[in-house]
Every structure is written in structure tokens, then in C-alpha cells.
């Protein structure tokens, strides 16, 4: 069972920055495909960005040009720096780790955009 461990949420004005992290569990972390979602209240989870083994990268239209998902596999961490952050950035944001064919979620870090 890998365990995933976000961190880096908190409390941002309009307009400013943010950078999560996602520490996950086990030597085969370099292989493993990975993603960002989050949860807003009363809404579903939906998909952020997700970065494969060989680094190629997609995004949620709504984060495009704004949000970078990358990886550190000597870290076994992977980052999503989020930029330009607007109020409807906030919700809570779950790492996962899709491993063998299924999935490994981490307990969420809290985004909140608000001035």
C-alpha cells in the first residue's frame, strides 16, 4: 500500500501563490502516474493535473497557464505550484498515486483564496 502526504495548503490573498506538495511511499515512485484534485463544497472532486512517469503533463481548462505540475523522483514528491490563485481556487486538494491500476489518495491540504 503506498501512503501519499500532501502539505502546503493554506490561507492566500487573490492573485498571489501557493506550492503543494505530495510526499508518496515506495521505491517504485519514478513509475508511478500522478495527479492533483480538489473538492470545492457541495461540488465533486475533479481532476487538477496529472503528470505520468515520463513527465508529460495535462490540466484542467480552468487552471491552464496558471497552475505547473512537476516531480522530483530522487524526492519521491511531486509539486503543483499554483499561480494567479482567484477565490474559486479554494477547496481542498488530494493527491493520488495510481499504482498498478489503482489508486493511493492522500487526506487533502486546505486551499483557501480569500482577501
Known amino acids: 500500500q503506498v501512503q501519499v502526504v500532501e502539505s502546503g495548503g493554506g490561507l492566500v490573498q487573490p492573485g498571489g501563490s501557493l506550492r503543494l506538495s505530495c510526499a508518496a511511499s515506495?521505491?517504485?515512485?519514478?513509475?508511478?502516474?500522478m495527479a492533483w484534485y480538489r473538492q470545492a463544497p457541495g461540488k465533486p472532486r475533479e481532476l487538477v493535473a496529472g503528470?505520468?512517469?515520463?513527465?508529460?503533463?495535462n490540466y484542467a481548462d480552468s487552471v491552464k497557464g496558471r497552475f505547473t505540475i512537476s516531480r522530483d523522483n530522487a524526492k519521491n514528491t511531486v509539486y503543483l505550484q499554483m499561480n494567479r490563485l482567484k477565490p474559486e481556487d479554494t477547496a481542498v486538494y488530494y493527491c493520488?498515486?495510481?499504482?498498478?491500476?489503482?489508486?493511493?489518495w492522500g487526506q487533502g491540504t486546505q486551499v483557501t483564496v480569500s482577501s
Open positions: 493520488l498515486a495510481v499504482v498498478g491500476g489503482s489508486g493511493s
Open positions: 515506495g521505491s517504485a515512485f519514478a513509475i508511478y502516474p
Open positions: 503528470i505520468t512517469s515520463g513527465d508529460s503533463t
